[in-house]
């Protein structure tokens, strides 16, 4: 069973590995909301805890190293912005900006002391913000911290949807029945099984952070 889910795997990645070849550039990081790079292109914010995976996501999203990953939770101190161009067009589509985690015991006050600094004007105020990609790992029961956004999201009227990372950890009767929890705890969101390592859910994320930006006007200076 174990080499037959390992070849599987191995036969999404290859699959996956060709679906929307992008191009990315560094921007910029922010500390301070006057830093912020000027609102030109629809943003899609990847938001979670410290250890849930958010720098595999992205890197798995965009087929490179582009987000920096680390053993070491908490390593993002400042919002990251990213560039994203498909091959033979002459300008950028979106933005990937990645936040800083949340919920690791040694930084949550630093973290607390930091939200309304940059992190809460960015997600109440970026007008061209088109989607809050909430990360949750699906190995684990719901977290409150993970609550606590979500609630802060709906106050603030911005749209998301959770991706449940690192479901290849999970056999399939497994993550059926996580995701069925994820599903009761979070009632009003979509849900996105993702699994940065084979692939799993990375066409079907590509599809909604694309209609997500369409939906924001792009600047054409």
């Not at 973290?111 to 004007?121: A, D, G, L």
């Not at 990609?133 to 009227?157: H, I, W, Y």
């Not at 399939?172 to 859910?201: C, F, H, W």
């Amino acid at each position: 069973m174990i080499s037959t889910k390992a070849r599987y795997g191995k036969r999404l990645a290859d699959k996956t590995s060709h679906f929307m070849r992008v191009l990315t550039r560094f921007m910029a990081a922010a500390t301070d909301a006057g830093r912020f790079p000027p609102p030109a292109l629809p943003e899609i914010a990847f938001l979670g805890r410290s250890n849930v995976g958010k720098s595999s996501v992205i890197n798995s999203l965009v087929g490179t190293k582009l987000a920096r990953t680390s053993s070491t939770p908490g390593r993002t101190r400042s919002i990251n912005f990213f560039e994203v161009r498909w091959p033979g067009k002459p300008k950028p589509e979106l933005v990937f900006t990645d936040l800083p985690g949340y919920g690791y015991a040694r930084l949550s006050r630093e973290v607390v002391q930091e939200w309304p600094t940059f992190i809460e004007p960015y997600l109440k105020e970026r007008s061209c913000l088109a989607l809050c990609l909430v990360l949750v790992d699906v190995n684990v029961p719901p977290q409150q911290s993970d609550r606590q956004l979500l609630e802060f999201l709906t106050a603030s009227g911005r749209p998301f949807v959770i991706v449940a990372t690192k479901s290849d950890r999970l056999s399939g009767n497994q993550l059926q029945k996580s995701m069925q929890d994820l599903a009761r705890e979070y009632e009003e969101a979509r849900i996105v099984p993702y699994s940065a390592k084979t692939g799993a859910g990375r066409e079907e994320l590509w599809r909604e952070i694309k209609l997500a930006a369409e939906r924001v006007p792009v600047s054409q200076s």
